[in-house]
């Protein structure tokens, strides 16, 4: 069952589904690791070991964990953000051979033209594709895990969305609103009615075409009022959102602004 299904059945909000997890990896029943957290600790310079001490985790499950962030576009996302071209064309093996020879990142940008960003970015793409591991990034271009973790974004620009999306509250099916702009922390939606400080659980259903699946979010109204013709506008900002809603929720984001690029060609 998915999220969804799951939240539907056991009348949970997605924070509560959470928690739910949350206890169930307590009792040892799953495995349970916080992404934020985690990403947190990356940050903050944590090591190796420690970083595995902390969240119970074997070599081969800190490894797990990373491509689990990266394929939920955790990394590359941010990493994005901060000005790092989408794409970058580089040969995989060349580079990965130049790390295991023991070119250090002065030596790698110069020879490949990348920005320290961009340097991080095509590492956890390496990673991400197996051509080299984690420890082997550590070892060879990293005093410390903070190297590789992307910085926090800088800004949450908005994009207006170019075609009719629906947005619900995962309690109330029957209002159907709109979504009117999405940014990378949160949405602006028409015809949900909120107060400001509300946190409701949101579901946008997914595409008819099968580009993304429909998602679930805990968000927190920011602002509200009313448009000229009476319908309620609304700003919510997630609050919670697990790893794989994120990843349909930035599947959505991509759709918005690659539309939003096209009308201006048009």
Partial sequence: MDDISLMK?????????????????????????????????????????????????????????????DRAGILKASAEQDGVPAKVVINTNEIAEDIRSGLNK??????????????????????????ITWQEIYDKLCKTYKDLAPDKPRGAKRYPVPFDWNIYEADNEGVLGKVRDIAYKGVGVQGIKAKEGDTKTLVIPGDEF????????????????????????AGFEISYISIGNLKEFQLLLHWVRFGNRHKKFL
Wanted: proline share 3%.
């Fill in 210 to 233: 099968g580009e993304f699946a429909a998602f679930t979010f805990d968000a927190e109204c920011r602002w509200t009022k009313r448009a000229p013709a009476g319908e309620f506008l």
């Fill in 9 to 69: 059945k056991y009348k949970l909000s997605a924070k509560g589904l959470q928690s739910l997890f949350t206890k169930l990896g307590q009792a040892g029943i799953i495995k349970h690791v916080n992404a934020s957290e985690v990403l947190a600790d990356l940050r903050s310079g944590i090591n190796s070991d420690d970083l595995m001490k902390k969240h119970s985790l074997t070599p081969r499950g800190m490894q797990n964990l990373f491509q689990e962030l």
């Fill in 106 to 131: 002065t030596q790698l940008m110069e020879k490949y033209r990348m920005s320290p960003r961009a340097l991080r970015w095509v590492s956890t793409t390496l990673i991400s594709s197996g051509t």
